[in-house]
């Protein structure tokens, strides 16, 4: 095992075209899946490439439609940053503890792609883009497009995200919840961030996203669709036959299917006040 510290982007990509190894920049969660005894070094078995001291990657800025935020930004410089929203600090406070949260970073969380990740519910009803990079090209998915399945990306051993893209939206309602053992240092149980515009009594656009009730964060465009012409009970039926968790040892799959469908009940109760402001 060989380990690398690169300090660009392209001394990044040039490590991973000749070798293959494993991208870590937090560690958060690489140290845990690769822990030993107590008092033991993990166990890496692949080449390990550190990118925490990767500048590029800790760029965050802004322009007329999107902010940019660095894969490489702890979720600490991320709160702290001015041109960030609200709505990802109200995410971030329920995220672990402060040690973890000076530590772990947006990408990594993204990488990841554990179905409770407390970031990918409101990455998803933002409907993020994630800039790829390789030696060869540089390319923009689709966050629902990058993530296919519990713990699996469709990023290549060449390859490394480097960017999340943040389409700027006027949103004037914004909900989220996290259900857990505790409100913070614990998995979710399931999860619920959503957006909504609404204007002169009618909403505009409305992107809803559950966390830990699927394979992958869960988005139904059907049921959204049925919110913004306010036909709410059937949006509650759309709902109900696509939310389908199941049960492991942190809840239930029928707890996880009640309280996601209250949870959307409270919401879509939001907007039908908000339209009749």
């Known amino acids: 095992m060989e380990s690398f510290k690169p300090i660009s982007i392209k001394d990044t990509l040039d490590i991973l075209s000749k070798v293959d190894a494993i991208v870590v920049a937090g560690g958060t ?9 107590p008092g033991l070094l993990p166990d890496f078995k692949s080449n390990v490439v550190f990118i ?12 007329e439609d999107y902010i940019y935020i660095g894969a490489a930004c702890t979720y600490r410089e991320v709160c702290e940053n ?10 971030i406070d329920g995220i672990a503890t ?32 994630l800039i790829i990079e390789s030696k060869t090209e540089k390319i923009a998915v689709s ?17 490394l995200l480097t960017c999340i893209k943040i389409p700027v939206n006027e949103y004037n309602l914004f909900y989220y919840k996290k259900v857990g053992t505790r409100k913070a240092a614990a998995i979710s149980k399931l999860s619920f961030a959503a957006f909504a515009s ?33 036909n709410l009970d059937k949006a ?33 109760k939001k907007v039908e006040e908000k339209c009749n402001e």
Not at 82 to 91: G, K, T, W
């Open 29 to 37: 969660d690489a140290m845990i899946k690769r822990r030993t005894e």
């Open 52 to 63: 925490n001291e990767v500048k590029e990657l800790k760029n965050i800025e802004r322009d």
């Open 82 to 91: 001015e041109l960030i929203p609200d709505s990802f600090r109200a995410v």
């Open 98 to 129: 402060p040690a973890i949260r000076n530590v772990g970073t947006l990408g990594g969380n993204i990488c990841n792609a554990s179905p409770a990740a407390d970031m990918l519910p409101l990455l998803y009803a933002l409907e993020a883009q």
């Open 143 to 159: 966050i629902e497009d990058f993530i296919v399945g519990p713990g699996k990306t469709s990023l290549k051993k060449d390859e």
């Open 198 to 230: 609404v204007s002169a009594g009618k909403v505009d656009d409305v992107c809803i996203a559950f966390g830990s009730v699927g394979p992958t964060v869960v988005r139904v465009k059907k049921g959204e669709e049925e919110i913004k012409k306010l």
């Open 236 to 268: 509650l039926e759309i709902y109900e036959s696509s939310i389908t968790p199941i049960d492991d040892q942190r809840s239930t799959a029928v707890y996880r299917k009640k309280v996601s469908i209250n949870l959307l009940k409270d919401f879509m």
